[in-house]
């Protein structure tokens, strides 16, 4: 008989039990957690802290009684495993009263997650500093912020984490204040789509301080002060920290199985560590990049979940069930705005080495003849050369999540742009436009393909040399009135084919600008049909404010 | 030079001459319109009558003015092409004064679209009795609407027309009856879901009159009566005639293009007719059906813009890009419910007599601990030899496109139930579940197709042999109070492995449900594993509404 012990019961343990209960009644299954609660809502603690989950036992998806009741499961809570014996096949486990015991086993699932990352910084363990992993330390956070007296916050680390917590603690109306040490917020964003999720924060009251390096904690009365790099301090009731997250897997270090330098779980693609008989998932471990190759560490609860399952898979038929690799798509609302993405970003290829090609559009949620339709801001990167999709990001009020999602089903095709030209969305006016974002996506990257659309990043715009160029503004004069480019002159789109075209310097290239890029491209082609040299600025001015115009 | 000539300019032909001209500035590009207004909105127009879109200018999406000033295009109103030489290469025009004159063409490109299917019954010319096809008609209708002694008003066909006209004169206040000749509405969706639409219509106050075929029309003073197969009748002050849709090609008949017997236009797969030069597009086409093979009429607003703009790049660049194949992918709003389908439904599949598995799941919106959380119906179907998704219908308040635009997606790559496992799309709490409903699917799919859920439809529990099998109702004590299936017994799931399962006579087979099938599953698993026969009725209670059970 089967005897399989699982050490943690967040996302990818629960998961893995359910599953395994499902496909062996006569299994002995025992699950251990560390913390006092299993299969919580992890995702969901920033929002119990900020009422919008109001009670705190919606956290709570199972508990030991419900697993015992539903699966038979023998679910020990309060319960560290703190080494494993792969030669024995044991785990020595610590009860959080200080006992100690062995459990031996036939099958090990290690599941342990990741704790929140804490830099050795002096004053860093100040009572008045706490970090968010679990419901304890959301009891802790929660307790401090209904005090009377916590009137100001500061989160450290501008990451998902960090930032959902900034929008709840401005929710229950806190000073609250984001320090990121990185120039943007958010590395899944390039600093286009960064800037307007920053945008959105300070909309609502986050005092974002970015590029500030926290390096020593001191206390002052009933606060803290946070000292950065540049000298400057800041003072604080209550100190949120969410820089990132490393593997909790100290326990594993010295039983042979295999980790990485970061303590990170190394498996093969069926989820299997080294040692036989013994699988890893969720948080701890190692995949692969979908579209950058090599290993990437992708804590989300998403592959966690599909893990769980492909472990009890492979544990019980003993096949060889594989996942596959990770895109790192994600999500997160930031007040009224949802911004996703998925794949690689134009920074993380870059890194790489690998070529890509950005495009930008600015479509509507639907139809804009029927009410309450939105504006998304959409940045697609695809290879030059395959014309593989390689990355997406969106913002906007709705349809972010639809958008990434189509996009993401396609990379895991391996799509490319001319995919998404011809793939037949839903459309009826409240959900979508005839030709959706997706489509308007590929037209966008087929047309510079084609050549039909040369194409201009927004930096040039704002370097252009006046002596070989000329920066033209195709909007209409009310736009251009509000709001426009230095060194640019005015032409709108529809006076260019009416003569005006004479005013331009056929000797200059010209580099056309609208507000999103349509009008631009129109104004482009027309150019070039009367031998101008031109370029489009893809994105147009909606691209501004990521450069500092306001 | 080309002298290009569209004919017809709503959604295919508008896109087509828009883009011919950003490729060539030089051809001379002229559009022939017959109605008044060309790239109207005609998804928009029913929303029009109902209120919702407020302004009557929204609908007109660009003018022949605007088409000039932008694009130096030569549209023509009011310009009905009734004749096509293809041998001189020129078109007779009619103008609404009556005037005729020829036009040359080096290319012609045919967008005509279709018009409402009007039957030939007794009564059918009566004025009151209107059909929807363009601005003329929308401000008909609506005139006649907004008069006070309009008060009852039919809808006879529950198309996608029929029922979104059928909401919006509800919205207006009126009393509203649809009527349609088929058991059910809405023929993409299978009669599971279509019984749902049919609840919200009815819900909403609509009176929905199925399988009710009208055979003649007669007058009674200010009102029609319609004369129902049955020997009923109706009275109404309007009667909105939404059978169905034909090509509006009669001018084509004599031209030598290639027709089939229904008038539609047969093209190649570059959207060419049988004579060179002469391209088609839009809702007079036959198109290749994605999944069912062979050809398919598929009016829809969508594939007809990607098809202009391949028409335009085919007969610019003399290439030969193609159009694929269509999935059918639609979407209504139906009050407070969205309804999407894509690919075939059970029905379509049965009839070319390809094999197919149907599944089912109730996932919800996005994780149930966070607010706001609403309930989807999803019924998929597979190919249970290659594990193709051949479909997809949905229902709900949210999520719905979304839902849909992924498995279309997938669909477009021919993917398979495993794709839908393994696929990695947006999680945070507001916006879906770790578990995405796509990975649902795929989930449950494959445990049928991995053999660990033998499964039943919902219409075997409606009929069991009690000599031969046992009903098991495996849902909590107050699910049963409120409404059981007869001849149902009775064992929550938990308690099932606490020795009630010897309640059960094992000599029979034990047919499984729950509300929506997870408990259904876990039971069946359970029952399997003692020896038991049994299956798991898909869809569990939640599909009852479907067979009358309320």
Redesign the interface.
Known sequence: MKKILVVGGV?GGATTVARLR?????AQIILFERDPYVSF?N??LP?YIGG??TERS??L?QTPESFK????LDVRVNSKVVAIDTKKQEVSVEESDGKHYTESYTHLVLSPGAKPFVPPIKGIDLPRILSLRNVPDTDKIKEMVDLQSTKDVVVIGGG?IGVEMAENLVEIGLNTHLVEAAPHILAPFDSEIATMIEGELSKHGVNLMLGKKAIEFSEEGNQVVIHFETGETLKADLIVLAIGVQPDTQFIANSGINLDERGRILVDEHLQTNVPNVYALGDAIMVDHRVLGGKAHIP???????QG?IVANNLHFDKKESF?S????????VFDL?A?A?GSNERSLQAVGRAYQPIYIHPNSH?????GATALTIKMLYDPNTYEVLGAQAIGQNSV??F???V???M??K?TVY?L????????????S???P??MAG?VARNIIEG?MPHARFEEALNIDPSKQILLDVRDDAEVAERKLEQSIHIA??EL?HGRENELDKSKEILVYCAVGVRG??AT??LL??GFKARNIMGGMKLSGGYGIQ
Do not use: Q, W
Request: proline content about 5%.
């Open positions: 996302a499902r496909l062996d009644e006569e809502a995702c969901g929002y919008s989950i919606k956290l998806l009741a539903r699966f038979n998902f989300l609860a998403g592959p966690a979940n599909r399952r596959t990770v895109l790192g798509t994600s999500i997160l609302k949802a996703a998925t139809a804009t003849y029927y009410p999540d639809k990434i999602d189509s993401a089903m396609a895991h095709f799509g995919d030209a011809e793939v037949e969305l839903t459309y009826a006016p409240p959900y979508s005839a030709k959706s997706l489509n037209f039909l789109v529809n084919r491209y129109i082609r027309y049909s009367k």
